[in-house]
C-alpha cells in the first residue's frame, strides 16, 4: 500500500530552521500537486503551503517570507524550509496529495485525497 511519508520534524528554538520533506513510500508512483498543512492542539487544520505542476506556490499568511515550499521532481519530493520559527508554529504538519499517480503501460492508478502520517515540529521560546 502506498503511503506519503514526511520527516524532517523536531524540537527548535524560536528563531531556529528546519526542512520538512514529503515523498511517496514506492518512487513508480508521480504526483503533480502538494500541500503542507499544519495542526495545533485545539485548533483547526490550516494551510501552510502549496506547490502545484507548473511550481507555482501558495502560502498562509503567518508563514510568508518565513517558509519555503520546493520539489525535486527526479525524487518526487516536496520540501518545506521553515526558518524564523516562532513558537506558534508548534504543531503537528501533515503533507496532502490530490492525487497520487502510476502508470505501467496501458495500466493506470489514481489515489486521490492522500494525508500523510504526520510529524510534529515543537518550537520553544
Known amino acids: 500500500q502506498v503511503q506519503l511519508v514526511e520527516s524532517g520534524g523536531g524540537l527548535v528554538q524560536a528563531g531556529g530552521s528546519l526542512r520538512l520533506s514529503c515523498a511517496a513510500s514506492?518512487?513508480?508512483?508521480?504526483?503533480?500537486?502538494m500541500a503542507w498543512y499544519r495542526q495545533a492542539p485545539g485548533k483547526e487544520r490550516e494551510l501552510v503551503a502549496a506547490i502545484v505542476g507548473d511550481g507555482n506556490t501558495n502560502y498562509g499568511d503567518s508563514v510568508k517570507g518565513r517558509f519555503t515550499v520546493s520539489r525535486d521532481s527526479a525524487k518526487n519530493t516536496v520540501y518545506l524550509q521553515m526558518n524564523s520559527l516562532k513558537p506558534e508554529d508548534t504543531a503537528v504538519y501533515y503533507c496532502?496529495?490530490?492525487?497520487?499517480?502510476?502508470?505501467?503501460?496501458?495500466?493506470?492508478?489514481?489515489?486521490?485525497?492522500?494525508w500523510g502520517q504526520g510529524t510534529q515540529v515543537t518550537v520553544s521560546s
Open positions: 496532502y496529495v490530490p492525487s497520487l499517480k502510476y502508470y505501467s503501460g496501458s495500466y493506470s492508478l489514481d489515489l486521490i485525497d492522500l
Open positions: 514506492k518512487s513508480e508512483f508521480s504526483f503533480d500537486d
